[in-house]
């Protein structure tokens, strides 16, 4: 083709709309509709569950109905003769090839880390636990195997509480004992601080066990061609996952693809190494077939990770103006059975947010990780830091009841102002930019607030037996789980990088490749919108690819809202990359030098000169090659890592208003304000729809949610009929704003916003029900605040008691 040719075909392409012309508005900022919205919402769509292979067939797992037993005999003899069933195996029989389950996160010199078998073969420690499987043609028949199997069990204590586990003598769940681990921080001089201070606030809190409940079940599919392996899962980590999966089964990496199609929620549910993923590689790699493994929702509530379940013992010493001087805080946190993937690293990851937004003198931290029976624990939406969040802002507001102050004046008289920044914290987090008196304010006038309080005086007045209570969380929150050198710091066992590449395809489209791995959050739009703004190409002349290691071989995946503030600015620099080389390119086509040009609506322009070329024309030179500079390739593809110098800190101010009914318990809410600031915004939609949810999941712990166990380890909220989930017609309409303190940390300037409002909200709708009934003597509601948890506070503190 000579170069008269390509410029022809270059016009053509130009002429049939191929090559869009952009319309002049920027993207980032604009609330788009999200790309994937279209398939995701009709279902038009790959999930792990609805993919087919051929030969493929289903495994079932037999689970232990007991928390805690010795597996004296396993026997799949008569479940083999099954019709339909291929294959029956116990956990012996994947004794030496099937690992540990790995902890990546080893967060203390005496923390212990016990074998973890994916399926158990001697010893089972919590109720679900996986100790036999079928595979069969079809999961109905796997399942109707299953009763076949014959196991016998020599029970052994279970161990449910953790003060208990930790008495000398209690049984234990491993031989090693019932202490994971132990980590202390200690900052200034906490003696000093509580030695003769005025007030001295002592409370404890328990943070109830979650289960995340995730739209989509998950789902695991493994095929072999004998050679190579590949492995679709609902995971949020397909990156981690497949290092992960080599290790512990010993297929060689390059051997290994992992696949996560599109993804159903996640919540940090997702955020796993599970048993049924190394499992289902070992069976398709022992068979030679497809092997597939859905979960039934039950399945799900026994053995998905679970969330939270801490004792947070809190002391806080103030001024007499209310003024903190030092903090305690003692937690101990339940591990469950096993150490899984970032399991201790979670109580500790809200380490450095129990001082949250304020000032203090002195801070000291200690955690105790303890084994206890029951499924173990986990990352779930906010890992760490809304737990935090919510001791210090319950404890926060009863200062202000110990002063006789308005809960906002004692946060005033604390918090870090808006001057103050960059402010390092006593914890030893530099917080890099902020405005707490502006997001409060906003939040003060929709909300309505002077007005409320007026409403509560009269009300308190009148004796009503339906008591207003008004609810306030101050938060920041670190996000952004990276810079590396600072989970190095922490042993954390991997990087906090993320990567992206741009494709410049020859007709002038983009194909965006990125190591993060969506499941809800619209990375496809997001991503989209930052690759357009960068090249000047139209928003829909950008493709997203996402979730194959084969795809986007590099990754470091999803959690901890850290994809638009390390993945998106990877994005950003190899967007900037491809526009180096273009600039390179432009400049020979227009035969002036590369400082001559200027970048302008995705097109290079010689000053003071009408000549232009589009980079979408340049795509198309490039893959020409015809008439190429010195040293240029024939692609304008680039690709980049970003490793941040400092986490993201989204903060905002939440209030909440509810109605409490003294006499029955009843709780409604009947206004909720959030205003956030997460930096600079890429799309509003997007962000509305995360705060929305992380609302929803906040406030559905504080009212609704918990997993109970009973004393031999049973859990007793397994189902959907057992375990509360809040509907739509259970929460309120929100009131959401923004204000906008743009990071410094990144050049985009965005923060982390898919966990700030599971952060915010639990704390402010607790405190709106304390609120309510504190002039009734109550001081504190335990979680999930039933109706009959809040009538047996009323009673407990009209009888004397302190509830």
């Not at 083709?1 to 016009?11: C, F, I, N």
């Not at 016990?114 to 100790?131: C, F, K, L």
């Not at 998106?568 to 180096?580: I, P, R, T, Y």
């Not at 992380?694 to 057992?722: H, K, P, R, S």
Request: aromatic letters at 6%; proline letters at 5%.
């Amino acid at each position: 083709m000579t170069e008269l040719d390509a410029g022809l075909v270059g016009e053509q392409i130009a002429e049939s709309g191929q090559i869009a012309e952009p319309d002049g508005r920027g993207e980032i900022g604009r609330a788009r509709r999200r790309k994937e919205d279209a398939r995701l919402l009709t279902g038009h769509t790959r999930w792990t569950d609805n993919l087919q292979q051929p030969g493929m067939v289903h495994v079932m797992f037999l689970r232990s109905p007991m928390a805690h037993a010795r597996i004296t005999r396993v026997d799949v003899s008569a479940a083999r003769e099954l019709p339909g069933v291929l294959a029956a195996y116990s956990g012996q029989d994947f004794a030496d090839e099937q690992g540990s389950l790995p902890c990546a996160w080893p967060v203390s010199e005496d923390i212990v880390i016990p074998d973890h078998p994916p399926m158990a073969v001697s010893e089972v420690r919590y109720v679900g636990e996986a100790v036999a499987c079928v595979v069969a043609s079809d999961r109905y028949r796997a399942a109707d195997a299953l009763e076949a199997i014959e196991v016998d069990y020599e029970p052994l204590p279970a161990v449910m509480d953790m003060h208990d586990a930790l008495i000398p003598g209690s049984p234990k769940v491993h031989e090693s004992g019932n202490k994971a681990f132990s980590a202390t921080i200690t900052s200034g001089d906490v003696e000093a601080a509580f030695r003769d201070a005025p007030v001295v606030i002592d409370r404890t809190y328990i943070q109830q066990r979650l289960i995340p409940s995730a739209m989509e079940p998950r789902a695991v599919l493994a095929s072999t061609d004998g050679d190579s392996f590949t492995l679709w899962s609902s995971t949020q980590i397909p990156h981690v996952l497949r290092v992960m999966l080599a290790v512990t089964t010993g297929i060689p990496e390059h051997r290994l693809r992992v696949i996560a199609p599109d993804v159903g929620g996640g919540f940090g549910s997702k955020l796993q190494v599970t048993a049924e993923e190394v499992l289902c590689l070992l069976l398709t790699r022992r068979l030679g077939r497809p092997v597939k493994w859905s979960e039934s929702r039950t399945e799900g509530n026994l053995t998905v990770h679970h969330g939270r379940d801490q004792i947070q013992h809190i002391r806080l010493a103030a001024e007499a103006d209310g003024r903190i001087r030092g903090l305690r805080v003692e937690l101990l946190a339940d591990m469950g059975a096993y150490l899984m993937l970032v399991t201790p690293g979670v109580p500790m990851l809200g380490s450095s947010m129990f001082n949250a937004i304020y000032k203090m003198d002195a801070y000291e931290f200690a955690c105790t990780g303890v084994f206890t029976t029951k499924m173990p624990t986990d990352a779930y939406r906010g890992a760490g830091r809304p737990e935090a969040t919510y001791a210090i802002e319950r404890v926060m507001d009863e200062l202000a009841a110990e002063l006789g102050i308005d809960p906002l004046e004692a946060r005033r008289r604390n918090w870090i102002r808006h001057d103050e920044f960059p402010y390092t914290t006593i914890s030893g987090l530099t917080y890099d930019s902020g405005n707490y008196e502006a997001a409060t304010e906003r939040a003060m006038a929709l909300f309505g607030y002077d007005k409320l309080r007026a409403e509560q005086v009269d009300r308190r007045d009148r004796g009503d037996p339906v008591q207003l209570g008004i609810g306030v969380s101050t938060y920041t929150e670190m996000c952004g789980l990276a810079p590396s050198r600072m989970l190095g710091m922490a042993n954390y066992g991997a990087g906090g990088w993320e990567h992206g590449s741009v494709r410049m395809l020859p007709t002038g489209k983009v194909e965006v490749v990125t190591g993060t791995s969506p499941h809800g959050q619209g990375h496809v739009t997001s991503w989209s919108q930052i690759a357009a703004d960068a090249l000047g190409v139209p928003f829909d002349d950008i493709t997203v690819l996402h979730g194959d290691t084969a795809v986007a071989h590099k990754g470091m995946d999803t959690y901890g809202s850290r994809s638009l503030v390390i993945g998106g600015v990877a994005v950003l620099q190899a967007c900037e990359k491809v526009k180096d080389k273009a600039r390179k390119l432009a400049a020979h086509l227009l035969e002036c030098s590369p400082d001559d040009l200027e970048f302008e609506a995705g097109a290079f322009k010689v000053r003071g000169t009408g000549a232009s070329r589009t980079i979408q024309e340049l795509a198309f030179a490039a893959f020409t090659a015809h008439d190429l500079p010195e040293g240029v390739e024939a692609r304008l593809d680039a690709d980049a890592t970003y490793d941040p110098e400092n986490y993201s800190f989204p903060h905002g101010t939440h209030l909440c208003a509810v109605e409490v009914d003294t006499e029955t318990g009843m709780i409604r809410i009947r206004s909720y304000v959030a205003v956030d600031d997460v930096g600079k915004v890429v799309n509003p939609l997007i962000v509305e729809g995360q705060v929305h949810g992380g609302i929803a999941q906040g406030v559905a712990q504080a009212l609704f949610e918990e997993a109970v166990y009973d004393a031999d380890g049973n859990l007793l909220t397994a189902t959907m009929a057992d375990y509360l989930l809040p509907s739509a017609a259970d929460l309120p309409a929100f009131t959401t704003d923004r204000t906008e303190t743009p990071s410094t940390g990144n050049p985009l300037g965005v923060k982390g916003v898919g966990e700030a409002g599971t952060i915010a909200s639990t704390p402010a709708v607790v405190n709106a029900v304390v609120d309510a009934l504190r002039p009734r003597g109550v001081h504190d509601v335990q979680m999930p605040c039933t109706p009959e948890r809040v009538w047996r506070a009323v009673q407990g503190a009209r009888g004397g008691a302190r509830s």
